[in-house]
Antibody, heavy 121, light 112 residues
Framework: EVQLLESGGGLVQPGGSLRLSCAAS????????MTWVRQAPGKGLEWVSLISGSGGRSNYADSAKGRFTISRDNSKNTLYLQMNSLRAEDTAVYYC??????????????WGQGTLVTVSS | DIVMTQTPLSSPVTLGQPASISCSSS???????????LSWLQQRPGQPPRLLIY???NRFSGVPDRFSGSGAGTDFTLKISRVEAEDVGVYYCMQGTQLPRTFGQGTKLEIK
């Protein structure tokens, strides 16, 4: 059974940093690209970042470029999102999601439960 | 970026009756590999999103056959043949053809 478990969310001040983790199980982690998607309170879904199965390629939404870094440790079956220079508008539930292949998230077949990030002074 | 537009944004439906949600994209979603990467997600209250349909019309594992998807190019539809109480939630379309991925605004399905 595929399981994705996010952690690392919490309250952080504007300008601060946070690192989110997503522990994966139930599939061969290195064979699949992974994605972060966020959802602001009461709002819709926003794609944040994608990383290939090998970790050799990543892509970002404009809102994340230069501030967020996606990475993965395939030996630990874990996906990360390092978030720096956080702003109030980054407040959201952050979901990790699994892609159907190693290269691209043409769709997202499994989702974690999410972790809440609140940016506030 | 490709803009995804869903209609309606809210859909009150009687139990046992059909429901339909439309999604249109600002550009064709036909990928250079010949596939059309349009998927539908369901988000029940307090839950994460769940994949229902991928590549326009393919039901994901465990999804009831009352859910079906159709369409081509820039216009797509999700249909529920007979709405059940557990179908309450918000439905999103998502395009996976071009980066960045984008979602529709969401359609809230509620019971009359």
């Amino acid at each position: 059974e595929v399981q994705l478990l996010e952690s690392g969310g919490g309250l952080v001040q504007p300008g601060g940093s946070l690192r989110l983790s997503c522990a994966a199980s139930g599939f061969i982690f290195s064979n699949y690209a992974m994605t972060w998607v966020r959802q602001a309170p009461g709002k819709g879904l926003e794609w944040v970042s994608l990383i290939s199965g090998s970790g050799g390629r990543s892509n970002y939404a404009d809102s994340a470029k230069g501030r967020f870094t996606i990475s993965r440790d395939n030996s630990k079956n874990t996906l990360y999102l390092q978030m720096n220079s956080l702003r109030a508008e980054d407040t959201a539930v952050y979901y990790c999601a699994k892609a159907p292949n190693s290269a691209y998230d043409t769709y997202l077949d499994y989702w974690g439960q999410g972790t809440l990030v609140t940016v506030s002074s | 970026d490709i803009v995804m537009t869903q209609t309606p944004l809210s859909s009150p439906v009687t139990l046992g009756q059909p429901a339909s949600i439309s999604c249109s994209s600002s550009q064709s979603l036909v990928h250079s590999d010949g596939n059309t990467y349009l998927s539908w997600l369901q988000q029940r209250p307090g839950q994460p999103p769940r994949l229902l349909i991928y590549k326009i019309s393919n039901r994901f594992s465990g999804v009831p056959d009352r859910f079906s998807g159709s369409g081509a190019g820039t216009d797509f539809t999700l249909k529920i043949s007979r709405v059940e109480a557990e179908d309450v939630g918000v439905y999103y379309c998502m395009q996976g053809t071009q980066l960045p991925r984008t979602f529709g605004q969401g359609t809230k399905l509620e019971i009359k």
